[in-house]
C-alpha cells in the first residue's frame, strides 16, 4: 500500500515541478501541507490528488470523480452531544439511536455510488434510501417533520465532511465548489422527496384501512 504521507520531492516529482515551488505554493497556501514537530512540509496522498483534480476542475468531465475522490477520505463526524440536542433523537431507544447513525454513513456511501453511475442509477438509489429513511422514521414512530428534521440533520453532517475535505485540500476553483454542491443538493433533494412521498403513501393506506 502506498504511505499516505509524501515528502517535498515526492511531490514534486507527482506534478513535475521544482521542489521549490512546491515549497513556494505550501508556504503560500496553494498547495495543501502540513508540518511535522520539526518544521518539515509533509503531505498528504489524498488532499494532493484531490488539489490535482481540483486543478482541472473546469473540466466538467472531472467533476463526479473530484467528489467521490473527496468523499472517499472524508470522515463522517456524528457527535453523541449534537444528536442528543435534537428532539426527535430525544425520543429514540438505543437500537433506534444506532439505526439512525449508521444511516448517515449509509447518505455518503449512496453518494459515492451515485457519483459513478448512470443518472437512472442515481435515482433509483435516492428513491431506495428516502425509502429507507421514511421506513425507519415510521418503525420508530417519528413523524414526517420529525423524520424530515433527522434527514436533514445528516445530510448536514454529509456537507460538512465534503466541505472539510475540500478546504484541507485547498481546492479555490469555484467552478468545483459549484458542482460539488449541486451534486450533493440534487441527490440529497431526490431523497427527502421520496421520504416524504412514502410517508404520504403510508397515510393514504393506513386511512384506506380504517
Known amino acids: 500500500m502506498a504511505s499516505k504521507w509524501l515528502s517535498l520531492s515526492k511531490v514534486a516529482d507527482i506534478l513535475g515541478v521544482h521542489p521549490s515551488t512546491v515549497r513556494n505554493w505550501a508556504d503560500q497556501g496553494v498547495i495543501p501541507v502540513h508540518r511535522t514537530q520539526g518544521g518539515h512540509r509533509r503531505f498528504q496522498r489524498d488532499e494532493i490528488d484531490l488539489w490535482m483534480e481540483s486543478q482541472r476542475g473546469n473540466v466538467p468531465d472531472k467533476s463526479n470523480g473530484m467528489l467521490q475522490n473527496a468523499l472517499g477520505f472524508a470522515r463522517i463526524q456524528i457527535v453523541e452531544a449534537h444528536l442528543e440536542a435534537e428532539s426527535w433523537y430525544q425520543k429514540l431507544d438505543s437500537a433506534a439511536r444506532m439505526v439512525y447513525r449508521q444511516s448517515g454513513r449509509a447518505l455518503m456511501q449512496g453518494l459515492m455510488r451515485s457519483q459513478s453511475g448512470k ?66 443538493n440534487g441527490f440529497t433533494d431526490q431523497i427527502l422527496l421520496n421520504l416524504l412521498d412514502t410517508y404520504e403513501a403510508f397515510a393514504r393506506a393506513e386511512n384506506g384501512s380504517s
Open 119 to 184: 443518472t437512472e442509477d442515481a435515482q433509483a438509489e435516492a428513491r431506495a434510501l428516502g425509502m429507507d429513511y421514511a421506513s425507519i422514521g415510521r418503525r420508530y414512530g417519528l413523524t414526517t417533520q420529525e423524520a424530515t428534521q433527522a434527514f436533514l440533520f445528516f445530510r448536514n453532517v454529509l456537507m460538512e465532511a465534503a466541505f472539510h475535505s475540500y478546504e484541507k485540500a485547498a481546492v479555490k476553483s469555484s467552478y468545483a465548489w459549484g458542482e460539488m454542491l449541486r451534486h450533493i
